[in-house]
């Protein structure tokens, strides 16, 4: 799941400095938003990666949930 290569891009080299800063680890044992039958598939990704077995599908589905959000200029 990581990179272990030479970075000789500057974005690898911040995104590798990035990653080093995280430093604690939280484990979520409870589902909470992710209920009902129309989660199923979000909730199977989130496990998949959770467990070590994501596939492309479940990073896919994770990315689209993803909301970038910006105060107005």
């Keep these: 799941m990581f990179f272990t290569g030479a970075l000789w891009r500057p974005e690898l080299m911040q995104a590798r400095e990035l990653n080093l800063q995280f430093n604690q680890t939280v ?6 938003r992710q ?4 989660e ?3 909730r199977q990704a989130l496990d ?3 467990m070590n ?3 492309v599908e479940d990073w896919r589905l994770c990315a ?3 909301a970038i959000q ?3 200029s």
Excluded at 27 to 32: A, K, R, S
């Design 27 to 32: 484990e979520l044992d409870e589902v909470v």
């Design 35 to 38: 209920q009902g039958e129309s």
């Design 40 to 42: 199923k598939a979000f």
């Design 48 to 50: 998949n990666l959770r």
């Design 53 to 55: 077995e994501a596939k």
């Design 64 to 66: 689209s949930q993803i």
């Design 70 to 72: 910006s105060e107005p």
